[in-house]
C-alpha cells in the first residue's frame, strides 16, 4: 500500500506507549511516512501541535492504534464514514480487535506498505435517540447500545419493536443491542451468544429480565430496532460502545440499524479469529 500518511492514536496510560510512540514515529519518518498525531500522542512526544481527534481520521490513510480494545473502539468511531483501514497494535491484555502484538510491530508494518494484508469488514450501527420527536442524539457504534437503568435498583420497563412491529415489553436492568463484533463484548457477559463477525446480524441481549423467558434474539442485519423507555426511571440511560452517554426520560425511543459504513480492519492471512475465541477465553484449558 503506497500509504501517504498514518495517523497513530494511542492510550497514554499504558507503561510503554511513549516509549513506542518515540519509536515507531521515527521508524515512519525515517521511511518517509507522513506522520499525522493527535494532541495527546504530540504532547508524549513534546512536539507542538497534533490535531484534535476528530481531525485525525479525515486526514489520515491509515489509522494506527497503540492501545486496547477500547482504544479501537474510539477509532472506529473516528474513523467511521471514511472507512480508513485500522491496525491495531496490542499494549494490554490479549484484544478481540488489535491485531498485532507489541514485538511484532514492525514486521507487521513492512507487511502493510508491501500489501501484504486483509481488510476485515465489519457491521456497525447507527443509532438517534428521538424524544417528543426530535433526534436529541446519535452515533455509530462498533459493538454496542444498551440501554440501561441507573443506579437505583429498580428495574426500567422497555417496549421493543422490529420494523415498526411489536415485538415484546421488557422487564429489568436494560437490554444490549450488539453487531456481532460486540457479541464477545458486554452481551457476552450477560448471556448472549458468539457470534462471527462474518454473520450479518444484530443481537438482542436482555439485561437481568424480570421475565426468566426473555433470552437473546438474534435478527437480520438489516433490520430497524426501536426500544421505547415506558418506565418513569432518573438515571436511565442508552450508552455508545461504553463510552458515551445519553441520559434517556419516559418516552425516548433509541432507534438502532446496521450503519451503512463499515469499520476495516487490517489483519494478516494467518491470524484466525478461533484462535483468538480460544485464547481469550481460556477454552480447552485444564
Not at 459504513?261 to 494478516?268: A, D, E, G, V
Request: neutral net charge; hydrophobic residues 40%; contains cysteine.
Amino acid at each position: 500500500m503506497k500509504s501517504k500518511s498514518i495517523g497513530i492514536l494511542t492510550k497514554p496510560k499504558f507503561p510503554e506507549v511513549k516509549t513506542t510512540l518515540h519509536a515507531v514515529v521515527s521508524w515512519l519518518r525515517e521511511r518517509r511516512i507522513d506522520v499525522i498525531l493527535d494532541h495527546t500522542s504530540a504532547t508524549l512526544l513534546g512536539e507542538p501541535g497534533g490535531l484534535q481527534k476528530t481531525q485525525l481520521a479525515g486526514k489520515a490513510d491509515v489509522l494506527l492504534v497503540l492501545g486496547g480494545d477500547g482504544t479501537m473502539l474510539n477509532a472506529a468511531r473516528l474513523a467511521g464514514e471514511r472507512g480508513i483501514p485500522i491496525l491495531g497494535v496490542n499494549m494490554g491484555g490479549l484484544g478481540f480487535l488489535t491485531e498485532v502484538r507489541l514485538e511484532h510491530l514492525y514486521p507487521s508494518l513492512d507487511r502493510v506498505f508491501a500489501n501484504e494484508f486483509v481488510l476485515d469488514e465489519r457491521l456497525m450501527l447507527r443509532t438517534h435517540v428521538h424524544r417528543h420527536g426530535e433526534t436529541v442524539a446519535h452515533g455509530v457504534v462498533l459493538n454496542d447500545v444498551v440501554i440501561s437503568k441507573g443506579t437505583l435498583a429498580r428495574m426500567i420497563e422497555l417496549k421493543i419493536a422490529i420494523q415498526g412491529r411489536f415485538v415484546t415489553n421488557l422487564r429489568g436492568d436494560g437490554l444490549i443491542v450488539s453487531t456481532p463484533t460486540g457479541s464477545t463484548a458486554y452481551s457476552l457477559s450477560a448471556g448472549g451468544p458468539i457470534v462471527n463477525p462474518a454473520v450479518q446480524a444484530l443481537m438482542l441481549t436482555p439485561i437481568c429480565p424480570h421475565t426468566l423467558t426473555h433470552r437473546p434474539l438474534i435478527v437480520p442485519g438489516n433490520v430497524e430496532i426501536e426500544v421505547t423507555l415506558t418506565s418513569r426511571d432518573d438515571g436511565a440511560m442508552a450508552t455508545l460502545d461504553g463510552q458515551v452517554g445519553i441520559a434517556m426520560s419516559q418516552g425516548d425511543t433509541t432507534v438502532i440499524s446496521a450503519s451503512e459504513h463499515r469499520t476495516r480492519l487490517i489483519r494478516f492471512p494467518e491470524s484466525d479469529y478461533y484462535d483468538v475465541l480460544r485464547e481469550k477465553l481460556k477454552w480447552g484449558d485444564g
